[in-house]
Structures are given as C-alpha cells and as structure tokens.
C-alpha cells in the first residue's frame, strides 16, 4: 500500500472545498487545503454575502419614500458609498474568520498558497516548489468572471471582482449581461442612486426564467428608471478625460463612468494543471464529474462551481458534503441536481423553483397555470405601483404542482419553504385545503382556484 502525506488535498477554500475537508477531517482523514486568495471562496468574499448587503442597502431608498403614505415625515436622506463599503468589508473579514477557524477545529490544515496537480496522487506549490502527495485530491476552485464578451477597449471596464470595491458610488454605470449578476447589481446601482443602463443581447433578461418573471421583472426595472437595451452588444468603449463613452452594435452611444461586464462566470481551471495530469475537461474548461464527484483520474474528484453542474452556492456544500460521505464516510452519497429552489436578489425579487411553464407544457399534456397578479397591501398606502406575480404549474393528470414561480418581496424566503413543499411531492389539493395566513402575499399560494390557462 503507498505511503501519501495526506489522504485528502483541496485546492479550493471556498464553500464546496471547506465543507469537503471539514467533513472528511472530522472521519478521521489527514487534510491539507491550499487557497491562494482569500477563504470563503466566491460567495462569501465577493458574491453572493456582499452582493446581499449591498441589495439590501439599496433597497432603503424605498422605505424611505414609502414611509410619507404611512404618515412618516423623513428629511431628505443622504448615502454613503465609503461608510457601506467599509462596513461590508468589516463582515466580511468576519466570516472569513469564522470558516478559517472551523477548519483548523475540524483539524484540516490551510495553505495560503496556489496549488498545482502534478499528478494522480501530487500537488505542487509553486511558490516554494514543494510537493505534497495525497490519496485523494478534490479540485474546489470555483469560477471566475467570463473574458467575453470582446470588444476594443474591453480593458477600460471591470468585473464582478472589482465592483465590490469601487472608490466611489458611480454617477452612471453601464452594465453588460442579463443573468444574476447582472440582475442583482442593476437593482444595487439604481436604488442607492446611479444612473444605470443594461445592456443584454438576448430578447429578454434572464435566460432560462419563466417568460412571466422575465417580462414582469422587465416592466418592473423599466418603472425604477433602469434602461434596458435588448438585443445589442457593446462594440467599443473609449476612454474620454474621466468617463467612458459605450459604442453599441447598432451605432447608438452613450456616456458612463463605470463599465461592468456581468456577462456570466467560467470554471477556474485554468493552469491548475488538470489537463496534462489527465484530468477531462469539457469545451468550458469545466471539470467532467460522475454522479459521486469523481473525474475519470480515479483519486481527483471536484466539486461546486468547476464543474459547472449548478452553480449555486448551498449545491456546492451540499456536493462537498457527499464527497467526504462517500470517500472518508462509507456511505455513498448522490446528489439530486433537479428541483432545486433558486433566488435572484433585484428589486424586486424573485424565488423559483421547478419548471418554467415551456417546460412543463413539454413534459405534460394536461398542464394547469394558476397565477396571481396584484399589488401588494404595502402599496396601497405607500403609492408604489410595483405588482407582485405568483404561478403555480400543476400537472393536472396528476394534481402535483411541478413549478412555481414569484416575483415581489421577500421571494427568496419564499421559495425556500416552496421548495420543501415541492420535493415532498405536494399536490394543488395540498395547498388548497392549507388555511391562508391573511393578510400575506404567500396566502395566494394557497388560494389561487380557478386556472388561467
């Protein structure tokens, strides 16, 4: 049997990879994991934690003006960027604390320090040249902001990387994209009070969404004075004194001092040494993963991000978790990549989960859409126009509801608790006969009866 000086190497101290080496330490196994920026990975250094508190910074500026309806007479506020940016920094650093010592509690040793795979079983530090073998080595990098698009002067604009740290709130910002990111850091800017224009090439925001939230959040955005240009790219960005001016596809242009490329994250394989170990990588250089984790190099596994199944951060833990079940816990573990509940933080918000209704139409011929459109109860005295949507798809041969869809406050912790009702199996004669909780906007959930299509 081969001597190795650990049993399991992380490269990767990011949400899937501490998970994976707290877990498997705790089985008892000898764990090294090599981080060569910061621990937390992507969610919690520059994703989805900071990306939270700014969303909710933002979204004072709407209290702020609902509070007169309610008989609140507020002077007029003022914001600043440096104070949030500090104090986000500061919780921040916190949590990056609090995973560093759970690892060093569960007994895993960190590496500050980029690794390498050298081999099946080796992994290299090249900063010190030092090599390090394992039995098992699981790959936990993440993902990285995507180079696309291309356009001349492509250097002048920044990432979901740098907007974090932005010296100044800009006056005008131009984003490029329509997914999350792109999303969420629209809402950010026009709430705490940018300028911003989205710019997508796709007909809609949101790929992959139900055609209802895309086309409501669209309306909603609109409303807020966010400008969206549908079905354009930017071709060129020139720098002019201390702005940017933004040459379109179709010729149009525009100012703007910040230009963010939201257009999407890639796996981060790139020198880590995977290919010339052997290691199948597909056309996006993501790590190839069967069911358990593992690559087709027998001891290299990888979860999370890199393997770009679903990128979300409670599937990465959830993935590293049945890493160290499987291999250090003899209990193999399977993951179910289907039915997963997912949020997307704009103003407003939106909670997911199960089928968009092309897809359920192709999946059942005897669909039923049941949805709700309606002003929220805040409004009526508050004044703001904004609707909240709900949908529910119910397979009527069935009764079982296999999707449902919101956009309005609070979304998000919404269809968390949808999802459990929904990987139960639920029915629409499970909703129906749930007593509504009233006044609620989730009390529609329960009492939508008549199907509109």
């Known amino acids: 049997m081969p001597q190795f000086d650990v049993d399991l190497f992380v490269i990767g101290a990011g949400s899937g990879g501490v998970r994976a080496a707290r877990v498997a330490a705790q089985y008892g196994a000898r764990v090294k994991v090599a981080e060569e920026y910061r621990v937390g990975g992507t969610c919690v250094i520059r994703g989805c934690v900071p990306k939270k508190l700014l969303v909710y910074a933002s979204r004072f500026a709407d209290e702020f003006e609902d509070a007169a309806g309610f008989g609140w007479q507020v002077p007029s506020p003022a914001f600043d960027w440096k104070t949030l940016i500090a104090n986000k920094d500061r919780e921040i650093a916190r949590l990056e604390g609090i ?45 990285r902001p995507a180079d696309q698009p291309h356009f001349v002067g492509r250097e002048h604009a920044i990432s979901s990387n740098e907007v974090f740290h ?41 790929r992959g969404f139900d055609e209802d939230v895309r086309t409501t959040l669209e309306a909603d955005y609109k409303a807020r004075g966010i400008e969206i240009l549908l079905e354009r790219t930017v071709a060129r960005a020139d720098k002019v004194q201390d702005r940017l001016r933004v040459t379109l596809c179709d010729g149009s242009t525009h100012e703007t001092d910040v230009l963010l490329s939201a257009a999407g994250r890639v796996p981060y394989t790139q020198g880590l040494g995977l290919a010339a170990s052997g290691v199948a990588l597909n056309e996006r250089g993501a790590v190839m993963v069967d069911e358990f984790s593992r690559t087709n190099v027998p001891s290299i596994f990888a979860v999370g991000d890199v393997t770009d199944r679903v990128n979300l951060t409670p599937m990465a833990i959830r993935e590293g978790q049945a890493f160290a079940d499987t291999v250090f816990g003899e209990r193999p573990t399977r993951v179910d990549h289907k039915l997963i509940p997912t949020a997307v933080f704009g103003t407003p918000e939106i909670g997911v989960v199960g089928l968009t209704e092309s897809e359920a139409r192709a999946q059942y011929a005897q669909l039923k859409v049941y949805k709700a459109s309606f002003r929220p109860l805040k409004a009526t005295l508050s004044g703001r126009q904004e609707r909240t949507l709900m949908k529910l798809l119910v397979d009527g041969a069935t009764d079982k509801i296999v999707g449902a869809h919101m956009v309005g406050d609070h979304a998000g912790e919404q269809v968390q608790l949808l999802g459990i009702a929904l990987s139960m199996g639920a029915t629409k004669a499970d909703f129906d006969r749930t007593l509504a909780v009233h006044p609620t906007s989730a009390e529609e959930w329960v009492t939508m009866r008549t199907p509109v299509a």
């Not at 690892?103 to 530090?125: M, S």
């Not at 900063?127 to 790959?139: D, H, K, S, V, W």
């Open 99 to 143: 995973y560093r010592t759970n690892l060093e509690r569960a007994g895993a040793q960190l590496i500050e320090a980029r690794a390498v795979v050298e081999g099946p079983h080796t992994v290299v530090l090249p900063a010190t040249g030092e090599r390090i073998t394992a039995r098992n080595i699981l790959i936990a990098t993440g993902g």
């Open 166 to 206: 932005l010296a100044a709130l800009p006056e005008r910002i131009t984003i490029i994209g329509g997914g999350y990111i792109a999303i969420e850091f629209a809402a950010v800017f026009a709430g705490l009070g940018s300028k911003v224009t989205l710019v997508h090439r796709g007909p809609h925001l949101l």
